[in-house]
């Protein structure tokens, strides 16, 4: 379904007033064209916010019949949102990293399906509620899925190697065929994780992001990929067997972090390899539901044993696989990945190529 402006702003005016304490009124004005005081040119109404017994806050709504994650540098250039004069952006649904862009530029945001956010200093008002996290117009549903080892690939790609990067040299680095490399990165940039030039190279990769989105998607402990185990003599005792094995293997998780960025004392060993009960065998380790210190995971594609490191004789992952991979850890997992990938933010002479 297409909203007209009205429609739409009525609704979403019809949302943000059933949230409002109790006794609080609004009402609405239509903007004075090219007022150059404030970017009112851009703006479809004025919404006015009272509270019993004070002056009416007031907030711009913008409208937009649809709102994509790259349109909000737009919207940010064009309205400029400050505390004293705050904008609402409305549409009838508001992704969440169309959420997290907005609230990162300073706009307020509401959709029908009840994602709201606005901030008011006078009077003084806070509301974040949410909505639907998916679109709920079939028809405005398009393929944005981050699953399987080619957008893996793609996504491990984009992370280690440092941009300005072709679409072919990109699709031939992940392993993947141009025509798939194309629609991921037009979604991508969509979602403004990347920026590309019209039919020209990818020129910026917004990476934490990008690994936080593909996060969503993937996990080693997702569809029984990892199994858990409990080093009797703890994680120390395994790493120093790592050492003497003949078998191909990748360390991951928190141990891995630790060794760049380390938070605390790791807790869980992550270790890829290809023949999971040999190398269990071979660690000495126990399986266990409860208190497990060790994960052994089969990898998703073979890219987990690409651009890895050493360590004191330790094949050690990549860092973007780290900070994928503790992202979806259990745990204080996704607090080490934020921590590694501030140490990763850094530093990325050390590890982008």
């Given at each position: ?34 007022d150059k005081a404030t970017p009112r040119g851009l703006i479809d109404v ?308």
């Amino acid at each position: 379904m297409v909203y007209p402006d009205n429609s739409l702003i009525a609704d979403v005016i019809d949302i943000v007033a059933g949230k409002l304490p109790s006794g609080w009124q609004t009402a609405t004005s239509a903007p004075r064209k090219r007022d150059k005081a404030t970017p009112r040119g851009l703006i479809d109404v004025i919404l006015k916010i009272r509270r019993p017994g004070a002056p009416a806050g007031l907030v711009l709504i913008e409208a937009k019949a649809r709102l994509e994650p790259k349109d909000v540098d737009y919207l940010a250039a064009a309205l400029r949102p400050t505390p004293d004069q705050p904008v609402l952006v409305a549409a009838p649904f508001i992704s969440p990293r169309t959420q997290e862009r907005l609230k990162a530029k300073g706009f307020g945001y509401a959709d029908l399906t009840g994602n709201v956010r606005l901030s008011l200093s006078e009077p003084g008002l806070f509301i974040e509620t949410t909505g639907a996290s998916e679109n709920p117009e079939p028809k405005l549903r398009e393929r944005k899925s981050l699953k399987g080892p080619k957008a893996g690939r793609l996504i491990r790609a984009l992370s280690d190697f440092r941009p300005p990067i072709g679409l072919r040299d990109l699709a031939k680095r992940a392993g993947v065929d141009p025509g798939y490399a194309s629609r991921v990165v037009d979604f991508l940039n969509r979602e403004a994780l990347i920026a590309r030039t019209t039919r020209g190279p990818v020129i910026s990769v917004e990476w934490p992001a990008l690994l936080r989105r593909w996060s969503q998607e993937y996990s080693p402990f997702r569809r029984q990929r990892a199994a858990m185990y409990l080093a009797p003599r703890g994680i120390s005792a395994v790493v120093e067997k790592l050492k003497s094995t003949s078998m191909r293997f990748a360390v991951s998780g928190s141990w891995a972090a630790a060794q760049v960025a380390p938070v605390a004392p790791p807790r869980l060993l992550l270790v890829y390899v290809d023949k999971p009960a040999a190398v269990a065998a071979e660690l000495d380790l126990r399986p266990a539901d409860a208190g497990a210190n060790v994960a052994i995971a089969t990898p998703f594609d073979p890219v987990v044993y690409e651009r890895t490191s050493k360590k004191s004789g330790i094949t050690i992952a990549a860092l973007s696989q780290v900070a994928a991979d503790l992202l979806t850890s259990p745990g204080r997992g996704p607090n080490e990945a934020e921590a590694l990938m501030e140490w990763m933010r850094e530093h990325e002479d050390v590890w982008r190529a």
